[in-house]
């Protein structure tokens, strides 16, 4: 979830925010809602997520709410749903020019890839085995959660928002990020190693040519968010320079007889 909907005041009941999802109900096969409170919104009521719940009809509503409110979780198993706790995301930032990049490698160079079929290719090899917050609900097919990743990098290629990373004039990406700018900032929205690549030190260098892009284009920030179970990747962050801003909730709140007789 982009950053300015998490971030930036909400708008309608209580700062709460519920949008259809035409993607994910096509992916899934059911009507799924998005219900958002962002951290900046005013007067953040859980009167408002009550009301926007008990109001939808959707077969699932993917809440995300700041992670601060404790107490949320367990007043939303009464609102007639299953409440299915999905995953606690995490973003971090860094100010543009204040990275800690690597030295500079012979051979290793960023250039933009703009050919969303091959994106969507090294995208899934990439999340393969990620648990992201699909995992956590069993009507959600994990195969259709990674197409839905490789559906989101190739319109991100196509937009001019992705960045690979080579060694030498020729071969294969090493790794790739997919990226979404705004007159800010750069958030980086996918971001990985190839398998068979890791250990060499190579995701440091993309986010050194992600931070050398922001600041060409006068960015001011770069952003990204991962699931709180994905330490690793959040220590290369640390090391690089990014520092953690905010933690989210997400909660899938199900229409319960759709879970009968499922297993996790």
């Given at each position: 979830?982009?950053?300015?909907?998490?971030?930036?005041?909400?708008?309608?009941?209580?700062?709460?925010?519920?949008?259809?999802?035409?993607?994910?109900?096509?992916?899934f096969?059911?009507?799924?809602?998005?219900?958002?409170?962002?951290?900046?919104?005013p007067?953040?009521?859980?009167?408002g997520?009550?009301?926007?719940?008990?109001?939808?009809?959707?077969?699932?509503?993917?809440?995300?709410?700041?992670?601060?409110?404790?107490?949320?979780?367990?007043?939303?198993?009464v609102?007639?749903?299953?409440?299915?706790?999905?995953?606690?995301?995490?973003?971090?930032?860094?100010?543009?020019?204040?990275?800690?990049?690597?030295?500079?490698?012979?051979?290793?160079?960023?250039?933009?890839?703009a050919?969303?079929?091959?994106?969507g290719?090294?995208?899934?090899?990439?999340?393969?085995?990620?648990?992201?917050?699909?995992?956590?609900?069993?009507?959600?097919?994990p195969?259709?959660?990674?197409?839905?990743?490789?559906?989101?990098?190739?319109?991100?290629?196509?937009?001019?928002?992705?960045?690979?990373?080579?060694?030498?004039?020729?071969?294969?990406?090493?790794?790739?990020?997919?990226?979404?700018?705004?007159?800010?900032?750069?958030?980086?929205?996918?971001?990985?190693?190839?398998?068979?690549?890791?250990?060499?030190?190579?995701?440091?260098?993309?986010?050194?040519?992600?931070?050398?892009?922001?600041?060409?284009?006068?960015?001011?920030?770069?952003?990204?968010?991962?699931?709180?179970h994905?330490?690793?990747?959040?220590?290369?962050?640390?090391?690089?320079?990014?520092?953690?801003?905010?933690?989210?909730?997400?909660?899938?709140?199900?229409?319960?007889?759709?879970?009968?007789?499922?297993?996790?």
């Amino acid at each position: 979830m982009a950053w300015r909907d998490l971030m930036e005041d909400g708008s309608g009941r209580g700062g709460v925010r519920l949008e259809e999802s035409p993607y994910e109900s096509a992916r899934f096969g059911h009507a799924v809602e998005r219900l958002t409170v962002p951290a900046g919104a005013p007067g953040i009521s859980q009167a408002g997520v009550r009301e926007a719940v008990l109001g939808s009809r959707a077969d699932v509503i993917v809440l995300r709410y700041p992670a601060e409110r404790v107490s949320w979780f367990a007043e939303l198993a009464v609102l007639g749903r299953t409440a299915v706790f999905a995953d606690s995301l995490v973003y971090w930032r860094l100010r543009a020019g204040e990275g800690r990049p690597p030295e500079p490698r012979d051979g290793l160079r960023c250039h933009d890839l703009a050919d969303g079929a091959a994106v969507g290719e090294l995208v899934a090899a990439v999340f393969a085995e990620y648990g992201n917050h699909y995992a956590a609900n069993p009507l959600f097919d994990p195969g259709q959660a990674l197409a839905g990743y490789r559906e989101w990098a190739a319109r991100s290629a196509a937009a001019g928002g992705c960045l690979a990373l080579y060694e030498g004039e020729a071969g294969d990406a090493l790794a790739l990020a997919t990226l979404e700018d705004d007159p800010v900032r750069t958030e980086i929205l996918l971001a990985g190693v190839m398998p068979g690549r890791q250990g060499r030190g190579l995701y440091a260098h993309l986010l050194g040519g992600i931070e050398e892009r922001a600041l060409a284009r006068g960015a001011k920030e770069v952003v990204i968010s991962t699931q709180g179970h994905n330490n690793g990747v959040q220590r290369a962050w640390a090391r690089y320079g990014f520092e953690p801003v905010r933690t989210f909730v997400t909660v899938h709140l199900v229409r319960t007889p759709l879970l009968q007789g499922r297993t996790g």
